[in-house]
């Protein structure tokens, strides 16, 4: 009869066989924290019809300003107040209008969810067909939804004394990343951030942190603004922020403030390594992210060029790259006459003295379609990405004379005043974004090109032929008056 086996080899066996798992956990968990960041697709919905990133890339590379004076349909039903206001801005034309019977939405309750929720929802859509997913496909999977939104809840004012159920469920800014995992079925995280105007980035750079976590194995990052009622621009005029003339002048002498902007954007984001084995197409790729805060400054809103320095050298550190790397910086740029100086001068002091003498140009995409506020930071990350795609730098719009406060001894930094080739043509281009919030919430990404792919990609998706309609409270009437639906 055989004796049994002894039980010590079954026990070592079993440890050697724990201890390899828990090898390779470690090693699979520091090749997600250390690996980048592919962007396979995004939706995006900006002024002057731009409503792809290929509209988006004529507007930006042509140097068009897409700012005009507010349409009158927009004004309603507060004409009298917008009135007594700075009228000029970048406007989404048929921000009002929605398709709730695509999303199942009944029409009541469509009529009293905010019109940034609204235009979530479709550009989320729109960013997954880009990405070549299918969106019910994704219904129960582990996605995250990581929204930037922020300021005043302009849409509330439209409920005046008729608020009811629907209203409370549809305006609020938590509500608007749960309104979006609640219809596409994602069970990941879902997070409506508001860092001021830095949220956008700060949403990408939350995504990008679950991905390297292996929480996610895909997530939706970006952010919206909307200008909907007057109370928010009246409370940003009192504080002198913005243009008298309109114009948005980033770092030129006559810069005096800025104009606001709507739009939305959203950016599909998956490990690198995950999106080359399933063949997604690539956008661009993020190597490196960083936040930081201020701190006590000389004022709560004052920026700190410190800080500013400090958030660019450690997304540096996080992508494992270098300053002499860096052609491109897609800057905060609002334009006023204090904080460019400030934040030039963490530029030069972070990059333009420290990169060996090589050109780095300085955008800002405010200078095009106005200052995004919460959304800003996703469409300055969504034009480095195409710059370094194109290996184009776009003109700075407006820029004539440097602003005498800007010291730039030292460095080769540039101002693209028309399109240019990169600056040089031999190296792999990468392009640092900045987004600094008025609480002191500072955030950069380092964003390069996708890589050259090994096989076929798969192609996106026909975006939906979304059936429109002016979606405005039913007390109010059925649209403004004189409204006609954009075409």
């Known amino acids: 009869m055989d004796e049994p086996e002894s039980p010590a080899p079954q026990g070592a066996a079993l440890r050697r066989a724990t201890d390899t798992i828990r090898r390779l956990r470690t090693e699979l968990a ?48 507060f004409e009298d107040e917008w009135a007594q206001l700075p009228l000029r801005g970048s406007f989404v034309p048929d921000a009002l209008d929605f398709d709730p019977d695509f999303f199942g939405i009944t029409p009541r309750a469509a009529q009293a969810l905010d019109p940034q929720h609204r235009l979530l929802l479709e550009v989320t859509w729109e960013a997954l067909c880009d990405s070549g997913i299918n969106p019910p496909g994704l219904h129960g999977a582990q996605v995250g939804t990581y929204v930037g939104i922020s300021g005043r809840q302009d849409y509330a004012d439209w409920a005046r004394q008729c608020p009811d159920a629907y209203w409370a469920l549809g305006n609020g800014h938590c509500l608007a990343a749960g309104r979006i995992a609640y219809t596409f079925g994602f069970t990941g995280p879902a997070l409506a951030i508001d860092t001021a105007c830095s949220s956008a980035l700060v949403a990408v750079v939350q ?82 992210v960083a936040m930081n805060q201020d701190g006590r400054t000389s004022g709560f809103s004052a920026p700190n060029a410190e800080a500013q320095r400090r958030v660019i050298e450690a997304a540096l550190a996080d992508a494992g790259r270098d300053a002499a790397e860096i052609g ?45 506020e919460a959304a800003s930071g996703s469409l300055g990350l969504l034009k480095a990405l195409l710059t370094v795609r194109e290996r184009t730098v776009p003109p700075l719009v407006h820029f004539d004379t440097l602003n005498p406060r800007i010291d730039l001894r030292g460095c080769d930094i540039r101002f693209a005043d028309r399109a240019q080739p990169w600056p040089d043509p031999e190296s792999a281009p990468l392009a640092g974004v900045s987004s600094f919030g008025i609480i002191g919430t500072n955030v950069h990404v380092v964003a390069g090109p996708a890589p050259v792919p090994t096989a076929p990609v798969r192609p996106p998706l026909p975006r939906p032929d979304w059936k429109r309609v002016p979606c405005v409270p039913a007390f109010l009437g059925d649209a403004p008056p004189g409204y006609v639906v954009p075409a």
């Open 328 to 372: 491109l910086v897609e800057a905060h740029g609002t334009g006023t006459s204090l904080g460019d100086p400030i934040e030039l001068s963490a530029i030069v002091a972070a990059l333009g003295t420290r990169n060996g003498g090589r050109p780095l140009h300085v955008g800002s995409a405010k200078t095009n379609a106005g200052h995004l």
């Open 207 to 288: 995504a990008v942190q679950a991905l390297r976590r292996g929480e996610v194995d895909l997530a939706l990052a970006g952010g919206v603004n909307l200008v909907l009622a007057p109370g928010s621009t009246r409370a940003i005029n009192r504080t002198g922020s913005l243009s008298p003339d309109g114009l948005c002048r980033a770092f030129d002498a006559r810069a005096n403030g800025f104009v606001r902007g709507e739009g939305a954007a959203m950016l599909t984001l998956k490990r690198l390594a995950d999106a080359e084995r399933d063949q997604d197409p690539i956008l661009g790729v993020i190597h490196g």
């Open 30 to 77: 520091e090749l997600r924290a250390a690996g980048p960041i592919a962007v396979i697709g995004a939706g995006v919905r900006l002024a002057d019809g731009i409503t792809d990133l290929d509209g988006l890339w004529s507007a930006l590379s042509g140097g068009r300003d897409l700012t005009g004076d507010m349409p009158a349909h927009r004004r309603w039903p």
